[in-house]
C-alpha cells in the first residue's frame, strides 16, 4: 500500500472514531431509566469482555502480561484507569442530564488543557501564541462562570480528566486495545461491586427493563473498543497534526447535537464563550501547523 493511500485511509479511520464519539450523545440516553452510575459499572463491565475477546482474535494477550509484569507500566495505567473511569462517568453525566453542550465545551478546550498540563507537568516551553489561546480558553471559563453563577465544572472534568489520560498514555508505550484491557480490568472490581449490590438491593435496571434495554447496556462495550480500534489504527498512518484537526469532529458534532436535536439553550453569554474558545483553539491549531511544517524544511534541509 503506497503512503498517499496508506494517509487516506487512516484519516478516514480517525474520521469514523471521531464521528463516532461525536454521536455518543445519541446513544446513552437510550439507556434510561439506568443512572449514570450504573451506566459506567456496565460499560466497564461490557469493555471488559469486549476487549478480552479482542485480544484472543489478536492474540495481543503476550504484550499485556508484559505490561502487567512492569510496575511503572501497571501503576501508570492504573492511574489511566481512575482517570479515564472519571472522565466516562462525568460524560454520562452530563448527557442524561442535557449537558451535551458543555460536554461538547469540555473536548473543545481539551487540546488547551493538554498543552497547559505539558507545561504544569512536563516542564514544556509555550510559544507566544499558545501563550494567548491559554490566555482565551481562561477567558472564556470566566464568562461562563459569570454566566452559569458557577464554573462548568461537567467540561473542566472533561477537559483536564482526558487531557491527563493523554499524557499518561504518551509516556506508557502499550498498545490502545493492551491499554484499554488492564485499564478496564483495574476498574473491574469496583464497577462488579456496584452492579452486585444493585442487584442485591433491587435498584438494577439491567434485565428488568427488558430485552432491549438489556442489549444496549451491553453494546456499550463494544462501542467503547470500536472508535478506539479505528484511532489505534488511524494514529498510525496519519501525522499527528492530521490527528489534530481530526479531534475537533468529535465536539462539533456534539455541539450542533445539543442545540437542534436536544434543543439546549445557548443565550449570547454562553455563545461569547465558546467564541472564545474557537478563537484560541484556531490560534492553536494554526500554530501547530505553521510549527509542523517548519520543522518538516529543517528536516528536509538537514544535511544526509
Known amino acids: 500500500m503506497s503512503p498517499v493511500t496508506s494517509g487516506r485511509r487512516g484519516a478516514l479511520y480517525g474520521a469514523c472514531a471521531y464521528l463516532i464519539w461525536g454521536l455518543f450523545p445519541l446513544y446513552w440516553p437510550l439507556l434510561e431509566p439506568s443512572s449514570a452510575l450504573e451506566v459506567l459499572a456496565h460499560r466497564i463491565l461490557w469493555s471488559v469482555v469486549a476487549v478480552l475477546v479482542l485480544l484472543g482474535i489478536t492474540r495481543r494477550l503476550p504484550q499485556v502480561r508484559a505490561a502487567v509484569r512492569d510496575r511503572r507500566r501497571l501503576a501508570q495505567l492504573a492511574l489511566a484507569a481512575v482517570?479515564?473511569?472519571?472522565?466516562?462517568?462525568t460524560y454520562i453525566y452530563g448527557?442524561?442530564?442535557?449537558?451535551?453542550?458543555?460536554t461538547s465545551l469540555g473536548y473543545f478546550v481539551n487540546p488547551i488543557v493538554t498543552v497547559l498540563l505539558a507545561v504544569l507537568v512536563l516542564g514544556e516551553r509555550l510559544r507566544p501564541v499558545q501563550w494567548v489561546a491559554l490566555g482565551a480558553a481562561f477567558v472564556a471559563v470566566v464568562v461562563l462562570t459569570v454566566e452559569n453563577g458557577s464554573p462548568p465544572w461537567i467540561a473542566l472534568v472533561l477537559a483536564f480528566s482526558f487531557g491527563m489520560y493523554g499524557l499518561l498514555k504518551k509516556t506508557v508505550g502499550v498498545g490502545a486495545v493492551e491499554g484499554l484491557a488492564i485499564e478496564t480490568v483495574v476498574l473491574l472490581p469496583v464497577a462488579a461491586a456496584y452492579v452486585l449490590v444493585l442487584g442485591v438491593s433491587g435498584q438494577s435496571t439491567f434485565g428488568t427493563e427488558g430485552l432491549g434495554h438489556a442489549g444496549l447496556v451491553a453494546v456499550s462495550g463494544i462501542i467503547t473498543a470500536v472508535p478506539l480500534l479505528l484511532f489505534g489504527a488511524a494514529a498510525s498512518r496519519v501525522q499527528l497534526t492530521t490527528l489534530g484537526?481530526?479531534?475537533?469532529?468529535?465536539?462539533?458534532?456534539?455541539?450542533?447535537?445539543g442545540i437542534t436535536l436536544f434543543h439546549e439553550p445557548l443565550p449570547l453569554v454562553k455563545l461569547v464563550g465558546f467564541v472564545?474558545?474557537?478563537?484560541?483553539?484556531?490560534?492553536f491549531t494554526a500554530d501547530l501547523v505553521r510549527h509542523h511544517r517548519q520543522q518538516l524544511r529543517l528536516t528536509v534541509a538537514a544535511p544526509g
Do not use: C, K
Open 95 to 102: 448527557v442524561s442530564n442535557d449537558r451535551v453542550l458543555e
Open 276 to 283: 472564545l474558545v474557537w478563537f484560541g483553539l484556531a490560534l
Open 245 to 257: 484537526l481530526l479531534q475537533y469532529l468529535a465536539p462539533t458534532v456534539q455541539f450542533f447535537l
Open 83 to 89: 482517570v479515564i473511569g472519571i472522565n466516562w462517568g
